[in-house]
């Protein structure tokens, strides 16, 4: 089966730093990304690894863990404009080829 | 213009009609799909199509039927719609590559079943 968890909600404050995780067992592995959504709107693409360690975004960045079925976003610098969804997402080969989506975390930024 | 569209945005509907949701894209990709989102529940996929005359069952199709028309559009009915199926449903593209593959969602449409 596939199974993708992410925390349900996070608060931060406006300026800081917040790391958001995601976990995955998935029937094989072509790709993690990550997705930003904002109440009521379409996802948009944040991010992309494939293979393990560290990339990044400018504010963002994002890290993978193969062996242990594990990634994380990092958000710097934090606005209120970065209040939204963050979905963690994962290409499954045996799946199709296709995308298994974790339930997403919603983050609110705090003044 | 947005390169993809979603037709209605937001539709009101009662138990046992058959309804249909339109998706199209202007980016020219084989690859496109239907997903509804629940809270809690994240994106689950319902039909995709990586190209005109392949047609493929997702995690729950059960309730659901889908038209690939033309390379750019891409249709979803429910046949008798129920009340369980009020949810956003988006449409997503992609375009097959050797490396990474995004997908781009289009706006949604909300949908209510009374």
């Known amino acids: 089966g596939q199974n993708i968890d992410q925390p349900t909600e996070m608060t931060a404050t406006e300026g800081a730093i917040v790391q958001i995780n995601c976990t995955y067992q998935?029937?094989?592995?072509?790709?993690l990304f990550w997705y930003q959504q904002h109440a009521g709107e379409a996802p948009t693409f944040l991010s992309y690894n494939v293979l393990d360690g560290l990339e990044e975004k400018g504010r963002f960045s994002s890290f993978l863990s193969r062996s242990k079925g594990y990634s994380y976003l990092l958000l710097k610098e934090l606005q209120m404009k970065d209040s939204a969804s963050y979905l963690c997402?994962?290409?499954?080969?045996?799946?199709?080829?296709?995308?298994?989506f974790g339930p997403g975390t919603r983050l609110s930024v705090l003044p | 213009d947005a390169d993809v569209t979603q037709t209605p945005r937001n539709r009101i509907t009662k138990t046992g009609k058959r309804i249909m949701l339109e998706c199209s894209q202007t980016?020219?990709?084989?690859?496109m799909y239907w997903y509804r989102q629940d809270p809690g529940l994240g994106l689950r996929l319902i039909y995709y199509s990586f190209d005109v005359k392949d047609i493929n069952k997702g995690e729950i199709s059960d309730g659901y039927s889908v038209s690939r028309q033309a390379q750019a559009k891409f249709s979803l009915s429910l046949e008798s719609a129920i009340p369980n199926q009020t949810a956003l449903y988006f449409c997503a593209t992609s375009e097959k590559t050797s490396g990474m593959e995004t997908q781009y969602f289009g706006p949604g449409t909300r949908l209510l079943v009374l």
């Open positions: 998935t029937s094989g592995f072509n790709g």
């Open positions: 997402a994962v290409r499954a080969p045996n799946y199709g080829q296709n995308f298994v």
């Open positions: 980016k020219g990709h084989d690859r």
